[in-house]
């Protein structure tokens, strides 16, 4: 019989029980996956989809209403200081909720992903008292969700150049400026936003980050038509937005500090999932396209296969040990960076071996099973190599803080660019 550690901690399989009984109370049990056969069921493995807004909206509520039932069971969050009504147990039993959980049918909980990936831990780690209390519970819970404003139309890549200004006036700050790519803005109730509050200073050091209330006057949200045809973006502009200095994340001009509390846990998210990018496109789904098409005989298909294949595999056992050494109470290093980056080279490797089997049918409607589905796929790994950090800033992080490379060499602005070519 299972006894509790000591501290009233309750043991994993006293853990283990309770979550079955809510689960088992509150959800159904998903049916067994049938074996994958080509032409059978969803043939859909697209990437930034259209998606209806007012079937968003009504899948945002259940998914607000499971989390709710989730936290009034003590489940919401349950690594979170109790202060902030968290349990405050190891991670091994948050891994354990969610490997549970992911045998039921539950509403999509996609839409916490930023709030409580990103903009949670970053409020933990650097916001006031105040905001911490009035936020941290309500982002668990799902009675709001957050989203990040980071990136603008000339600061993606080099964040640090972002031009979003914020200027104080006595308790408030005015905000005034525009952000660009900020998933799930439309149905958000906060964000964290760095602006510039010291334009005199070096562009790392002029940065301030706060939380804003998406829902106050002067700020406005449109969508952005992707390439896929879906609109999962928005740009977000700000009109003398003013927003209490209580709600400021950090000390004044401190912001690159939060933005990279913000960026470690935003790349750990993108790149923890799919298992390295197999959830898009399993291995079988992969091998019985090419038996349909009568490539399994050749060499170069099979090779090139092959190296998707393994290329998935070697980020999976990265990401295992980036979560082997959470486990152990350890933070992670390099690994987060290097997974980011492991996850947009593994889409975009599938998407063009597919692009090779497929040929025109990858771009030509003919109705057929498991062809032009994918096209959506190919359109929207380039996003995904942009999201979160590039894949060439990922390749800088990753010469210059793990293989101990040096830096790029720099831009001389004040010399004419004709005069570089002569030297």
């Not at 006595?170 to 790519?181: A, L, P, S, T």
């Not at 209580?246 to 912001?255: E, K, P, Y």
Request: charged share 25%; proline share 4%; aromatic share 8%.
């Amino acid at each position: 019989m299972a006894t509790t550690t000591d501290g009233g901690q309750p043991t994993l399989e006293e853990f283990r029980e309770e979550v079955l009984a809510f689960l088992d109370a509150n959800a159904s049990l998903k049916e067994e996956a049938k074996e994958f056969k080509w032409g059978e069921g969803d043939d859909d493995v697209s990437l930034f989809e259209e998606v209806d807004r007012e079937r968003e909206l009504q899948e945002l509520a259940e998914a607000k209403a499971w989390r709710a039932k989730r936290y009034d069971a003590g489940l919401g969050w349950i690594t979170g200081p109790k202060k902030y009504g968290g349990r405050e147990l190891p991670a091994a039993y948050d891994r354990l909720y969610t490997s549970l959980e992911a045998k039921y049918q539950v509403p999509n909980q996609g839409f916490f992903g930023i709030g409580l990936g990103m903009v949670a831990p970053t409020i933990l780690a650097h916001a006031t008292e105040e905001v911490k209390d009035l936020y941290l519970a309500k982002l668990y819970r799902g009675d709001i969700v957050g989203c990040q404003l980071f990136s603008e139309p000339g600061a993606g890549s080099d964040l640090a150049s972002l031009q979003t200004r914020a200027e104080r006036d006595g308790d408030e700050w005015v905000i005034n400026g525009q952000k660009v790519w900020t998933s799930g803005a439309h149905y958000s109730d906060i964000g964290e936003i760095i602006c510039r509050t010291d334009p005199d200073q070096p562009k790392h050091k002029g940065l301030t980050g706060f939380i804003v209330n998406m829902k106050a006057p002067g700020v406005e949200v449109r969508p952005l038509r992707q390439m896929t045809g879906g609109a999962n973006f928005n740009e977000v502009f700000f009109t003398d937005v003013r927003v209490p200095d209580s709600h400021r994340l950090g000390d004044v001009n401190q912001g690159w500090t939060v933005a990279l509390t913000t960026l470690m846990n935003e790349r750990a998210s993108i790149g923890a999932g799919g298992a390295g990018g197999m959830g898009l496109a399993s291995l079988t789904r992969l091998q019985e396209m090419v038996r349909h098409f009568g490539l399994a005989d050749d060499p170069l298909v099979r090779q090139e296969l092959m190296d998707v294949y393994i290329n998935f595999q070697v980020a999976k056992y990265n990401n295992q040990r980036a979560m082997d050494k959470i486990k152990a109470g350890q933070l992670p290093g390099p690994e987060m960076s290097i997974a980011k980056l492991s996850l947009t080279q593994n889409l975009w490797r599938t998407a063009n071996f597919v692009a090779r089997v497929l040929g025109p049918k990858i771009i030509a409607d003919t109705g057929e099973w498991g062809t032009y589905r994918w096209g959506q796929l190919l359109c929207g790994v380039p996003g995904m190599r942009v999201a979160g950090g590039t894949d060439e800033v990922m390749k800088n992080i990753i010469g210059e803080r793990v293989l101990g490379l040096p830096k790029d060499p720099g831009i001389d602005a004040k010399t004419p660019f004709r005069d570089l070519l002569k030297n």
